[in-house]
């Protein structure tokens, strides 16, 4: 039978030789790699025999066996999975097909210290084989093929590989290490029962090692474990998120998020729940501690893994979660569906859309949890505070025990102290990093509104960090103020500088700053926070209600009857670009600012849709004049000059410009205010 020499992918040699130079210091990673690959491998097999059962052929089980010669210097994994073909060889195992391995490959920097700590993050799956091994054996055929359509694929982890035909009987796959001369002790019972305990005990598959026993020396020799020729299962071998909540470390919760999202971050928080009653099914469910590098794109993954009565079914199950929770990792296992459920199928099962509002339940409940424990214990008894019950309206469904961030009761302060600030620096980085994310689901989820608003942080006029809830805000409204000020603008120095802030400055009114993208269409679906108004400061005429100073409205309406004339000439040198003109009380020191109508798109808005190649509707604003400004009242004597129309439009574009505009015709606009200055 021939056998033929293959190049690597070049991106696979690049890795290669990174595994095999700068990961010794985390050797032992390569053993979790393999399991879990023989373990997916398992996972597809049953998969595939849902629709076919032949593939079973006379061998049911599925399993994963190591098996070691220390004489022999070898290392082996066996699975009785789904196997490769020749050509699944050559392109599973010669190239790198994960999405995101070509932007990951061009993040290396060559410097190896900070190149192995990215590829520890990464994960490198089978390649990690060749941190211990100098070469590498793989001896596979796929369910349902012959026994002569073997494969053996081997590499010394160099530049290329071989692969030629065998005859296999076995269905399944054996990766054989050949093992350096330093990582010989991998090559025992005890160390390996470590490992698989350590790091793949959540396994579904039963996972056998060769079972050791003790034999004394002969004649005053000294005695050594032998084989006894049986197998010992080393793992659980039953799915995490079967096992009752109580038998389940953190450790272990941790050990599952990592290896089956293949993130290296812990995660923030869990929850894992039985959901019995019309619709039963299993949810274990992780908030990441950072975002993935997707979670923008159209097409983004969700990281729901659909079971069906522990059967592996589909990756990505985005039916299970709103779109605005894309974030969360997890799985569900339901007990209802059935084994052949299709991608469409999901989308219009009841079933479905019962644990769709259960996970976006218990999901919510975890953000809350976390974000009540971050929560300052100013009330708290002296020295002994219950912080996971910080918050004055609990949850309405409050999470389990297990949710990754522990209640503790009868602690000392300072411990307590440390709860707080690891429960403050969880939510904050939750928030930083899926806060934008979580805005959408004001305009997504109506059901859930006000729930997800309560979880919403900004920056506001009075404070720079982006940390004030509406319920903060409210809570130090001053008397008389009947709404909940804000603004949106492109970034949050915009929104921290907009001249619309002026009279809400002077006065003391306190004005959230808002200035991620999605915030302008967020806040167009929330209209009121419990009850309370919610107005932005760019929209419609100003209104202070019992707020309004009683002397400086009459002395603006005597302005407005003054500046007719002169508005309404304002409004014909602007003609096409304005709504109208009118007098504010808006401005203290700037002259004029462009304001929208109440129930008008911003202006924001209308510059992000029209980037985006959207339809926009025409949107003119209003152009409010402070009478009190001296450019104003330049131009008021102006009335009768040949300047007026020059004046008139540099006041509104340098509006535009201070509001993250750009003028229409910036030319004319530096033509306009040179003319000006050199007069
Ligand atoms: N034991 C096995 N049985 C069948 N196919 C396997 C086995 N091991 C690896 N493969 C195939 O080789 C591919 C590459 O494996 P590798 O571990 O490098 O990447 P991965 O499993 O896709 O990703 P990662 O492990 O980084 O999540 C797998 O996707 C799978 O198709």
Redesign the pocket.
């Known amino acids: 039978m021939s056998k033929h020499a293959h190049s690597f992918q070049a991106e696979v040699a690049q890795l290669l030789h990174l595994v095999t130079h700068s990961l010794y210091s985390n050797s032992e990673i390569f053993l979790r ?1 393999l399991i ?3 373990s ?2 398992c996972d597809k097999l049953r998969f595939a025999a849902i629709a076919d059962a032949t593939l079973y052929e006379d061998q049911p089980n599925l399993d994963i066996r190591i098996a070691y010669d220390q004489d022999a210097r070898t290392l082996s994994i066996t ?1 009785t ?4 073909s020749e050509a ?1 060889a050559i392109a ?2 010669g190239t790198i ?2 999405s995101g391995t070509r932007e990951f490959m061009g993040k290396l920097t060559g410097d190896q210290k900070a190149d192995s700590q990215l590829i520890g993050q990464f ?5 990690s084989g060749f941190i211990v091994a100098d070469r590498i054996t793989v001896e ?1 055929r796929q369910a349902g093929l012959p026994a002569e359509q073997g494969v053996r694929w081997e590499s010394a982890g160099t530049g290329d590989f071989s692969v030629e035909a065998i005859s296999r009987a076995a269905r ?2 054996t ?1 054989t290490l050949h093992l350096r001369e330093d990582a010989l002790e991998y090559a025992s019972n005890w160390k390996l029962k470590e490992l698989i305990g350590k790091y793949s005990d959540h396994i579904g598959v039963p996972i056998l090692l060769e079972k050791e026993t003790w034999q004394e020396g002969e004649e005053g020799q000294p005695g050594g474990m032998v084989k006894t020729g049986e197998w010992e299962t080393a793992n659980q071998a039953s799915a995490l998120w079967t096992r009752p909540k109580k038998d389940i470390s953190d450790e272990q919760y941790r050990a599952f998020y990592t290896q089956t999202f ?1 993130d290296h971050d812990d995660p923030l928080a869990w929850t894992h729940n039985r959901v019995e009653g019309s619709t039963e099914y299993t949810q274990l469910l992780y908030l990441p501690g950072r975002a993935p590098m997707d979670l923008f794109q159209r097409d983004a993954k969700t990281g729901v893994k659909l079971y069906v009565k522990r059967v592996f079914i589909m990756d990505d199950a985005s039916a299970l979660l709103p779109n605005y929770l894309r974030f969360v990792r997890g799985v569900v296992d339901s007990a209802d569906l059935p084994l052949n459920v299709s991608r469409e199928l999901l989308q219009e099962s009841r079933d479905v859309r019962a644990i769709r509002d259960g996970n976006t339940r218990r999901v919510l409940g975890m953000i809350e949890d976390l974000a009540n424990k971050a929560r300052t214990p100013a009330d708290s008894a002296e020295g002994k505070v219950d912080i996971g019950s910080g918050d004055s309206t609990p949850a309405p469904e409050p999470t389990p025990s297990a949710d990754g961030v522990t209640d503790v009761v009868d602690k000392t302060a300072a411990d307590e102290a440390a709860k707080f600030a690891d429960a403050a620096d969880r939510f904050t980085r939750f928030y930083s990093a899926f806060g934008v994310v979580l805005k959408e689901g004001l305009g997504e989820d109506f059901g859930n509104q006000q729930r997800i608003a309560k979880l919403l942080r900004f920056a506001s006029t009075t404070t720079d960090t982006v940390t004030v809830s509406f319920a903060d805000y409210k809570a130090r409204m001053k008397d008389g103020q009947e709404a909940i000020y804000y603004i949106t603008a492109d970034s949050l120095t915009a929104a921290r500088n907009s001249p619309q802030l002026e009279l809400f400055r002077k006065k003391g009114i306190e004005v959230l700053l808002m200035g991620d993208r999605v915030d302008e269409w967020a806040m167009g679906f929330l209209t009121e926070f419990d009850g309370t108004p919610l107005q932005s400061v760019a929209k419609g005429a100003v209104d202070l209600g019992s707020l309004q100073d009683e002397g400086e409205a009459q002395a603006a309406e005597a302005a407005a009857e003054q500046l007719k004339p002169v508005l309404e000439q304002i409004k014909q040198a602007l003609s096409g670009q304005v709504e109208d003109v009118r007098v504010t009380t808006r401005l203290v020191d700037s002259p004029a600012c462009l304001v929208v109508k109440d129930a008008g798109m911003s202006l924001q808005l209308a510059r992000l849709l029209k980037q985006a190649g959207q339809p926009v509707p025409e949107v003119k604003p209003v152009l409010e004049v402070n009478p009190e400004h001296a450019l104003i009242q330049r131009l008021q004597a102006s009335a009768d000059s040949p300047d007026f129309g020059d004046l008139a439009h540099v006041i509104f574009d340098q509006a535009l410009l201070a509001e993250g505009g750009l003028p229409e015709d910036p030319a004319s606009y530096v033509r306009r205010v040179n003319a000006l200055l050199t007069k």
């Open positions: 790699e879990s690959n023989a997916d491998a699975d999975g789904i196997g490769m699944d599973n195992l097909a994960k994960g490198v799956g089978f390649y596979s399944g796959t990766v293949h």
